[in-house]
């Protein structure tokens, strides 16, 4: 159960329900469509845009991963010898592409060639 991990409500309006809520999100994060796309059954886009936002920023996502991963490794779902790295989102150092040392970064040096005398 992850509601007691979701922040606390405001004040102010009622509380949307949170479960419409994580649905709206989730569809909205493995669909990639636009927030104004979000279909009416999750509610106003952008209530769901917001509650997202904020448990972006108060660390609400990352203590709901840390207790989904807790629970399944303590039933022994998780095999924490496989890793898997998406090189899409992890950057080289310049060295390993080829990249001479002391050189300009982003130009080619181009080789002097025979003088002309």
Known sequence: MIGPLLAPSRMGRPVRDRRQVVNGILWKLSTGAAWRDLPERYGPWKTVYERFRRWSADGTWER???HVQQHSDAVGAVDWTIV?????T???HQHAAG???GGSPGRARRSAGPAAD
């Open 84 to 88: 898997c790295v998406d090189s899409t």
């Open 90 to 92: 992890v950057r080289a």
């Open 64 to 66: 709901l991963l840390a």
């Open 99 to 101: 990249a001479r040392k």
